[in-house]
C-alpha cells in the first residue's frame, strides 16, 4: 500500500515537472514569434493533484525558469515559488466557470489587441466565421470591457460569460485562451491571433465568410460547440 502511494507521488512528481518544462518552452516560442512583448502575457496549468502553476509577475514568457514558476493551491495561494501573475483573479474565475479547462493562455498579440479596439466588434461573437480552424479551435470569442490590468472586476466579467466560451479577448488588453491541455490552448490562441490578422487584412473589402451551412457542418462534424448566436457577425 505505502509504495503504491510512493507510485503515485512519484508520478504526479513527474508530470508537474514536465508540465513546468512545458510552461517555459511553449512560453519562449510564444515571445520567439512576437506574439507576447517584453514582460507581458501568462500561461496557467491546473495540477493532477489540486492546485496550479502559473509563470510569475514581471517575467517574460521567453525567459522563463522551471524552478520559479509560481506553484498555487486550490484557492489560488502561494505554495512555492516567484510570487505570480497580477492576472490570477483572471485565470482563476476561467478556471471556476469553465469545468474543462486545464490550461490557460493570455498574450497581447497585436492583431488580437488591435480587433478588440475596434468599435463594430461584437461582444458575443468578436470575429466572424472566416475559418474552419478559427471555429474548430477557438468557436466564437466573446469580448469583454476593458479593465485595468490585475483588476479583480475582471473575474466578474468572465463569470458572466457562464463558461460558455473558451475564447476571449479583453478590450484594449489581449486573448484569454483556455484549453484542455496546455498544447490546445497554445494552439488556439495561434489561430486567435492569425484569424484576428485575416479579419483586419480584409477589413472593408466584404470578404466571403462561412456560410451558416458550412457553419454548421463543422459543428456536425467535428463537435464544435458555440455559443447561441456565437457564430453570427
Given amino acids: 500500500?505505502?509504495?503504491a502511494g510512493m507510485t503515485a507521488m512519484s508520478t504526479e512528481?513527474?508530470?508537474?515537472t514536465r508540465l513546468r518544462e512545458d510552461i517555459?518552452?511553449?512560453g519562449r516560442s510564444l515571445f520567439e514569434r512576437g506574439l507576447t512583448p517584453g514582460s507581458?502575457?501568462?500561461?496557467?496549468?491546473r495540477?493532477?493533484?489540486?492546485?496550479?502553476?502559473?509563470?510569475p509577475t514581471n517575467a517574460s514568457l521567453g525567459f522563463l525558469d522551471p524552478a520559479k514558476l509560481s506553484r498555487l493551491d486550490e484557492q489560488g495561494r502561494l505554495v512555492s515559488g516567484d510570487a505570480p501573475t497580477k492576472e490570477v483573479p483572471l485565470h482563476t474565475a476561467l478556471?471556476?466557470?469553465r469545468g474543462s479547462a486545464r490550461a490557460i493562455v493570455h498574450l497581447h498579440s497585436t492583431h488580437s489587441v488591435a480587433l478588440s479596439m475596434l468599435p463594430e466588434i461584437d461582444p458575443r461573437a468578436a470575429l466572424p466565421p472566416l475559418t474552419a480552424y478559427y471555429l474548430m479551435k477557438c468557436g466564437a470569442t466573446a469580448l469583454v470591457p476593458y479593465y485595468r490590468p490585475g483588476d479583480p472586476a475582471v473575474a466578474d466579467a468572465i463569470k458572466g460569460l457562464a463558461g460558455k466560451y473558451s475564447s476571449v479577448l479583453l478590450a484594449n488588453h489581449g486573448p484569454v485562451v483556455a484549453g484542455d491541455t496546455l498544447e490546445a490552448a497554445v494552439f488556439a490562441t495561434e489561430e486567435?491571433?492569425?484569424t484576428a490578422k485575416l479579419y483586419l487584412l480584409l477589413r472593408g473589402m466584404n470578404p466571403r465568410y462561412l456560410s451558416p451551412e458550412q457553419v454548421a457542418d463543422l459543428v456536425k462534424v467535428f463537435g464544435v460547440t458555440?455559443?447561441?448566436?456565437?457564430h453570427g457577425h
Fill in 40 to 45: 507581458s502575457g501568462n500561461i496557467s496549468v
Fill in 1 to 3: 500500500m505505502r509504495q
Fill in 226 to 230: 458555440l455559443p447561441q448566436h456565437g
Fill in 95 to 97: 478556471y471556476d466557470t
Fill in 13 to 16: 512528481t513527474s508530470n508537474e
Fill in 24 to 26: 517555459c518552452r511553449f
Fill in 192 to 194: 486567435l491571433e492569425e
Fill in 47 to 55: 495540477l493532477d493533484g489540486g492546485g496550479w502553476l502559473v509563470t
